[in-house]
Structures are given as C-alpha cells and as structure tokens.
C-alpha cells in the first residue's frame, strides 16, 4: 500500500512539473475571476447619467484588462530576457519567424488575466448593460413613452426610473445582458480556437519529438530551479566571507555554517560570463547535439549566436 501511494504521489508530481505553465494559467485566471467578482461588489457603480455611462462601462471592463495585461508582460521572463538580448546583442540574429515566435509567446501569456477579466465582465453584464443602456432606441420598445429619452434609458441600470417604466427597464436589461452574455460565450470560443490551433501549430513545426519536447522542457524546470537556489547559496556565502573581511567576524546560524564550510566560495562569475548566460535561446544543435539552454551552450564552450558551418539552428523558442 505504501508503495502504491508513492508511486501516485510520484506520478502527480511529474504531471504538475510538466503542468507547469497550464497550472499557472489556471491560477492566473481563478484570480482574475476572484478580483472581477470582488471588484463587482465593491467597486462596480454605474453613474446612471447621458454619456459618463458609456465611458464608465468601457473603462470597467478595458482599464482593469489593459492593466493585467502590462503585468503580464512584466512578469514573463522572455520580455527581459528580450531586452537583454537587444541591449546586449541586438536582433541581428532573430528571424522574422523567430522573432514572431517570441512576441507571440510573451502577448500570449500576458493575455490570460485580460482576456479572463473580460470574459467574466461580459458574463456578468453589467458594465455592458451600463456602458449601452442609453443607446437603446426608443422605437425599438413596444408603447414606450414618447417624452422619455437618452436620459432616462440611462438610468436604467441604477433601477431608479418612475413606475410605469418598469417593464421597459426589465426589457432593456435583459436584452443588454444577452447581448453582452453572447460576446462573452463568442469570446470564450475564439480564443479556445486559437489556442488549440496555436498548439497544434506549434507541435507541428517544432524539429523535436514530443518525448524530446518533454525532455526540454524538464531540462529547463530543472536547470532554472538549480541555477536559483545555487545562486542564493552562492550569494550568501559570499556575502557572509565579505561581511566577516569587513568585521573581523560573521554571525552565521548553523545552517549557514555548514553551509559555508560544505560550498567555498573563492569568486565571483565576471559580467561577459553573465551576458553570455542571458537572453533569448532559440534550439540549437552544434555538431548533431543539442543545445538546450544559454548555459548549456556556455558550458559546452559553443561561440557566437547565429548559426555557424558547424551548428544548425532551428527556431522554435523555449515556451
């Protein structure tokens, strides 16, 4: 029994690691739904006047979104990576296809929370029904009052019109919500279309099988996972030797002892050691190997960024 407990653990474990990614979608979206439905309850506050609806619908649903979007792009490591890479080397040796590839990946990710956001927004309708209430055509209303306008249409969605509107203001809603529930479903399909052409696209372009594109990819977990926590201890011995130089003594704990005495540390890496380890990678091959990262091309001793008489290169970015 125990055994086959491990083995499951084991096998979860390997399936979230090559997960990565989607399980981070996924949590990017659950909270984007979360701080749409708070934002709903606390925020949302439709000013039900000729003209500040319109402006006020739209930039519930587009301010939020543009904002979620530029973080998006600030945290997917492939934008610095990419202004590394212009800063340091420039894009001399970017195709347009790899290029596209790049920037593909980068708007792709960012695009999720707004993307979410918008949907949800759209679901639930009420900045559409806010933002388009005073746009309603009175002719299109059955026995509508003729002395009633945008003005009142747009207090609609405040609910706050005289009596014998009432039924017109449910006619509006509803058909404001359906209207603005439909973009959302439509929203929903379009981007499931492109994301499924979009992964099929890239399995069958891409020069690795898919046993390699797994491999890749664990090489690359495992590798940023490494580098990290070697970089923390590494930075932390180092700054222990400097402080203790500086003090005559340093106040380690007896993990950091051991730490200290298990992994000395003589230097520092210089800066083009550095420069060579960061940027944008596309796959490469030198002599039928492959290439899987900047550092495993850095470790191999492999020169240069383009494609050489003995190296082949292949564009098909790190995702």
């Known amino acids: 029994m125990a055994a086959l407990i491990a083995e499951n653990f084991r096998f979860l474990s390997l399936f979230f690691k090559s997960k990565d990614v989607m399980i981070f979608n996924g949590l990017v979206a659950l909270g984007t739904v979360g701080s749409e439905e708070l934002f709903s309850v606390v925020a949302f506050n439709c000013p039900c006047s000729p003209a500040r ?169 495992n590798e940023d996972k490494l580098f990290l926590r070697t970089a923390e201890v590494h930075s932390r011995i180092l700054a222990a030797k400097n402080v203790k130089q500086f003090f005559g003594f340093v106040a380690l704990d007896k993990e950091e002892k051991e730490l200290v005495q298990e992994f000395p540390v003589e230097g520092v890496q210089p800066s083009p050691q550095w420069n060579a380890i960061t940027g944008v990678y596309i796959y490469r091959e030198n002599k039928g190997f492959p290439l899987y990262s900047r550092l495993h091309k850095w470790a191999k001793g492999v020169e240069g960024n383009g494609p050489s008489p003995e190296g082949h290169e292949m564009l098909f970015l790190a995702s």
């Open 53 to 221: 609806n319109y402006i006020y619908g739209l930039a519930a649903i587009g301010v939020p979104a543009l904002a979620l979007f530029l973080i998006g792009v600030i945290w997917n490591n492939h934008t610095w990576n990419l202004v590394a890479e212009c800063h340091k080397r420039g894009t001399k040796n970017f195709s347009t296809a790899a290029t596209f590839l790049l920037f593909g990946s980068i708007m792709g990710r960012a695009a999720v929370a707004p993307v979410t956001w918008s949907v949800i927004s759209l679901l639930r309708g009420e900045a559409y029904i806010c933002a388009l209430s005073e746009f309603v055509r009175p002719s299109s209303l059955d026995k509508f009052p003729a002395e009633y306008g945008a003005e009142v249409l747009a207090r609609f969605p405040c609910k706050d019109v005289p009596a014998n509107l009432t039924k017109f203001r449910d006619e509006v809603t509803r058909r404001l919500r359906y209207e603005s529930q439909l973009f959302g479903w439509l929203l929903i399909g379009i981007v499931a279309v492109l994301v499924f052409l979009t992964k099929c696209l890239k399995h069958c372009c891409s020069p690795l099988s898919y046993r390699q594109g797994a491999y890749w990819a664990q090489y690359r977990s």
